[in-house]
């Protein structure tokens, strides 16, 4: 029996390397990385959330702001979910009621809109906590 050499080995990986086509075109890559750097860390949808149910209530002036950063935040928590086919029952739960959440407006009248933006986040939250008691995501300090 003949064991494979380091030639016999560095010509097969070159035939290997030779017959390997990239499955994107520069473009292609280029587009991906974009939006690999536009994807917002979970911090970051940790600190949102922490805007809202901190001690003191966010300025009225960045109600639109702060549900258009949660509803964004909610929807890429529920994309991870379901691409990782998580079924446990609070998350579906949550996943469900993130979506009536986003199909919500924000109120006009500021004690409304407020209580919006913390149930908003607090479903933010609790799917947060749940996908990381899941292993579906880190822990997120």
Partial sequence: MHSPTSADMHRSEAHIAREWTPVLDAEGLARIAKLLR??????????????VLADQDPPENEFEEIAERLHEGLARLVTIAGAARNDDAQVVW???????????????????ALGYLRRTSVVANDLLERLAVTNTVRHVA
Avoid at 39 to 51: A, M, N, Q, S, Y
Wanted: hydrophobic share 35%.
């Fill in 38 to 51: 536009d994807v917002k860390p979970l911090d970051e949808i940790l600190d949102d959330i922490g805007d």
């Fill in 94 to 112: 949550l996943i469900e009621r993130a979506h009536t959440l986003n199909f919500e407006q924000l109120p006009a009248n500021h004690r409304q």
